[in-house]
C-alpha cells in the first residue's frame, strides 16, 4: 500500500488543466519536500518538478507544482496528446528508515 | 550527453540471485547518490535504495533490507544492486537514477536522470 495516496485516474480534453493531488501526512510530505514525475510505459521516468514547485530545465511552464501541509499537488494546463502517462509524485519518509516514498500514482488520459 | 544504463536484469528462481548494474556516463559521478526504483507489473513504481557518493552510507526500502545490497565503485562509474533471495513480488522493471545536486543544499533536486530500465522476472 503506497504511503502517499494519489487519484488511480484523471482525465481532460486537449487544451484544458488538470490537477492531480498527493496526500501524505506529517512524517512524510508535512515535513519534506515533494517531487514529481511522469513515467510512460518502457521510458524512463522524468523529473516533472523538483521541490515541491520548481521545474529542471527543459518542462514547459504548464506544469506546476504547490505543496501545503501534508498535501501537494501537480497542475498541467494546456494539456496535449503527449502528456497522456503515470504521474507520481515522491518525497522522503525519515519515521524509522530513511527512504524515499513514492504516491501509488495517477493515470492521466487526455481524451 | 548524461545517461545511466542498466543491466544484469533476467529470469531467476524463487530463492536465486541476480547482479544488476547501473554504469554512468557524461557526469561527474562523485558528485551524486545513485538511487534504485522499480515498476512492479500492476503497480506504481517503487523505491529500493540508495548510496552515498563515496559508498559508506546505504539505505534500503522494508520490502528488500536484508536481501537486497547495494554498493559502487567509483573507479568504474557503476552502481551495482545485488538481489538475494529473491522473491515473486520482486519481479518488475528495475531503474537506476541520480540524485540531483547543485549549490544550494537545502533544494531538493530530486531524481534528475534515469536510466531505460532492466527487467527482472522472479517465476
Known amino acids: 500500500q503506497p504511503v502517499l495516496t494519489q487519484p488511480l485516474s484523471v482525465s481532460g480534453t486537449p487544451g484544458q488543466r488538470v490537477t492531480i493531488s498527493c496526500s501524505g501526512s506529517s512524517s512524510d510530505i508535512g515535513g519534506n519536500n515533494v517531487n514529481w514525475y511522469q513515467h510512460l510505459p518502457g521510458a524512463a521516468p522524468k523529473l516533472l518538478i523538483y521541490h515541491n514547485y520548481h521545474r529542471p530545465s527543459g518542462i514547459p511552464d504548464r506544469f506546476s507544482g504547490s505543496k501545503s501541509g501534508t498535501s501537494a499537488s501537480l497542475a498541467i494546463s494546456g494539456l496535449q496528446p503527449e502528456d497522456e502517462a503515470d504521474y507520481y509524485c515522491a518525497t522522503w519518509d525519515g519515521s524509522l528508515h530513511i527512504q524515499v516514498v513514492f504516491g501509488g500514482g495517477t493515470k492521466l488520459t487526455v481524451l | 550527453d548524461v545517461r545511466l544504463v542498466e543491466s544484469g536484469g533476467g529470469l531467476v528462481r524463487p530463492g536465486g540471485s541476480l547482479r544488476l548494474s547501473c554504469a554512468a556516463s557524461g557526469f561527474t559521478f562523485i558528485n551524486h547518490w545513485i538511487h534504485w526504483v522499480r515498476r512492479v507489473p500492476g503497480k506504481g513504481l517503487e523505491w529500493v535504495s540508495r548510496v552515498n557518493s563515496n559508498g559508506f552510507t546505504t539505505e534500503y526500502a522494508d520490502s528488500v533490507r536484508g536481501r537486497f545490497t547495494i554498493s559502487r565503485d567509483n573507479a568504474k562509474n557503476t552502481v551495482y544492486l545485488q538481489l538475494n533471495s529473491l522473491r515473486a513480488e520482486d519481479t518488475g522493471v528495475y531503474y537506476c537514477?541520480?540524485?540531483?545536486?547543485?549549490?544550494?543544499?537545502?533544494?531538493?533536486?530530486?531524481?534528475?536522470?534515469w536510466g531505460q530500465g532492466t527487467t527482472v522476472t522472479v517465476s
Open positions: 537514477g541520480r540524485y540531483g545536486s547543485g549549490d544550494n543544499s537545502a533544494i531538493d533536486y530530486g531524481m534528475d536522470v
